[in-house]
């Protein structure tokens, strides 16, 4: 469920039993949500919400804080912060005592229209993220506009590339329109952007509904994450700075590019049997100068066989092959199944 208010001040849940999880860079939030709980509150714990603090580690330690509180099965767990506040808090709730309530209350634009709706937790494992998790949903996330108005311009950004994700799976006029709005805004948190980010959790969450546990159409919400994934994890293992939505706009821009090459005059990726279906370059270019006008990068410099084997890593494989995320046109999303090394030789 989706839920949104002006300020955090106006927070409230339902429940009398209460532990907070927040990223120590949003303490001011969290303080006016302890206020608005009360004497519900059991505990509080700030963690250290980085890729290197996503770990098992991590989670054992917030469930350790649970057990001494003496949390009970019957309470909400409440996770503040971005998406991997979520990721870690989701995952703790629901392993402890074999499972507690948690719910959502996203600091990042990131983690308002994406990571922190759906109900996927977990934590990176030997260097892939997010190998080590679960699915259960939160019982609500709460969307506020107040934090955006500190967010620095880079993780605005990386919550852009997301937004933009979820209009190119599901509604070509809304994602024109967010590209209008993110390349007039300049950071700004206007009411009309404010009104995309509400559009864009709504339509994750009715997918997410659809198929709880992407065993269908869900997964059209991993457009580029196959590529984006991979990069991230040569950038952790050359030392690198890329952010997971500057790596998500890469891997959108290299999905469609994939795309073109499957549907090219001659292509042999449908049986053998010639697509009769126009060129999609221009979309790739179309999709590059959109980001590009935000302020997002989409070329990935590093060589395409280098990214192969943390492919092979992806979630969605089955065998040797990924199901990729393309597609053929905004609001047009469709799956291959290829071997990372088929998906390369395409991109060459």
């Known amino acids: ?130 190998m080590v998790g679960t699915i259960v949903q939160p019982e609500f996330t709460y969307i506020c506009a107040e934090a955006l108005k500190t967010l620095p311009r880079r993780e605005f950004l990386c919550g852009a590339a997301e937004m933009l994700k979820t209009f190119l799976i599901a509604d070509s006029a809304l994602y024109r329109r967010a590209v209008e709005v993110l390349s007039a805004s300049n950071g700004a948190i206007s009411p009309e952007l404010q009104e995309l980010i509400i559009k864009a959790a709504q339509i994750k969450s009715d997918i997410v509904k659809e198929d709880p546990f992407e065993h269908g159409r869900r997964a059209v919400l991993n457009l580029g994450h196959t590529f984006a994934h991979a990069i991230e994890h040569l950038a952790a293992e050359k030392g690198d700075d890329i952010a997971h939505g500057e790596a998500v706009a890469m891997g959108i821009v290299m999905a469609a590019r994939l795309s073109e090459a499957i549907f090219a005059p001659g292509s042999k990726c449908f049986g053998g049997q010639k697509k009769a279906v126009r060129n999609t370059s221009p979309l790739r270019n179309s999709l590059a100068e959109d980001f590009a006008s935000i302020g997002l990068p989409t070329e990935c410099h590093y060589p395409l066989d280098e990214l192969a084997p943390a492919m092979a890593k992806d979630k969605k494989s089955t065998g040797e092959k990924v199901k990729f995320v393309l597609l053929q046109a905004p609001g047009k999303p469709f799956f291959k199944e290829l071997t990372p090394q088929e998906a390369i030789q395409l991109l060459k």
């Open 1 to 130: 469920m989706i839920s949104s208010g002006n300020s955090y001040s106006e927070f409230h849940a339902e429940g009398t039993e209460f532990f907070v999880i927040y990223d120590s860079s949003v303490s001011w939030i969290a303080e006016q949500i302890l206020a608005s709980l009360g004497s519900g509150v059991r505990g509080a714990i700030a963690i250290d919400a980085s890729e290197a603090g996503k770990s098992m580690d991590t989670v054992l330690l917030l469930c350790r804080s649970m057990m001494e509180s003496g949390l009970s099965r019957g309470a909400l767990v409440l996770c503040i912060g971005g998406g991997i506040t979520s990721d870690i808090g989701g995952f703790a709730a629901s392993i402890y005592k074999r499972g507690v309530r948690y719910a959502n209350i996203p600091t990042t634009l990131l983690a308002q229209v994406d990571a922190g709706i759906g109900g996927k937790n977990g934590v990176n494992f030997l260097g892939y993220k997010n």
